[in-house]
């Protein structure tokens, strides 16, 4: 009988967290895709609908600014201060899980099982970011 543990290290959060938003940005960009075999929609988007209704300059940057915000979270969860690092991702996980929430209502069911999926991966960011362990200084 084979009693040898396989290897492993120590993951650090911001690496975790880092790698929650970008699995959350699989999921943004899977259900944006989906959702463009819904029929009608795409006849909808010929005609100026966009996501927060008519397509205009602002909501095409607001909505840019919305899918933006996870891919940069890849990085800046890496890189900045840690205190900064851990309340960012608190906030932003936590504004994003309401988008979820308020988008979910009437949508198929793709769309919901990748919005489950989303509002459980901001839910681990959430934890992951508030249990950041504390080094004790000797």
Same mark, same amino acid.
Not at 81 to 110: C, D, E, K, Q
């Given at each position: 009988?084979?009693?040898?543990?396989?290897?492993?290290?120590?993951?650090?959060?911001?690496?975790?967290?880092?790698?929650?938003?970008? @699995? $959350?940005?699989?999921?943004? &960009?899977?259900?944006?895709?989906? #959702?463009?075999? *819904?029929?009608?929609? +795409?006849?909808?988007?010929?005609?100026?609908n966009?996501?927060?209704?008519?397509?205009?300059?602002? @909501? $095409?940057?607001a909505t840019? &600014?919305?899918?933006?915000?996870? #891919?940069i979270? *890849?990085?800046?969860? +890496?890189?900045?201060?840690?205190?900064?690092t851990?309340?960012?991702?608190?906030?932003?996980?936590?504004?994003?899980?309401?988008?979820?929430?308020?988008?979910?209502?009437?949508?198929?069911?793709?769309?919901?099982? +990748?919005?489950?999926?989303?509002?459980?991966?901001?839910?681990?960011?959430?934890?992951?970011?508030?249990?950041?362990?504390?080094?004790?200084?000797?």
């Amino acid at each position: 009988m084979d009693t040898a543990f396989l290897d492993d290290l120590k993951i650090h959060v911001r690496i975790k967290l880092s790698a929650l938003w970008a @699995t $959350l940005m699989f999921c943004y &960009i899977y259900g944006d895709y989906f #959702g463009l075999y *819904v029929p009608g929609k +795409l006849t909808g988007i010929i005609a100026g609908n966009g996501p927060v209704g008519p397509v205009s300059q602002n @909501t $095409l940057v607001a909505t840019a &600014i919305m899918l933006a915000v996870p #891919g940069i979270m *890849v990085f800046l969860s +890496l890189v900045l201060p840690p205190r900064l690092t851990r309340w960012l991702n608190i906030i932003l996980a936590a504004v994003y899980i309401g988008i979820m929430t308020l988008t979910m209502p009437g949508a198929w069911s793709f769309y919901l099982l +990748l919005g489950g999926l989303e509002i459980a991966i901001g839910l681990l960011t959430i934890w992951y970011a508030w249990t950041w362990p504390k080094r004790v200084h000797a």
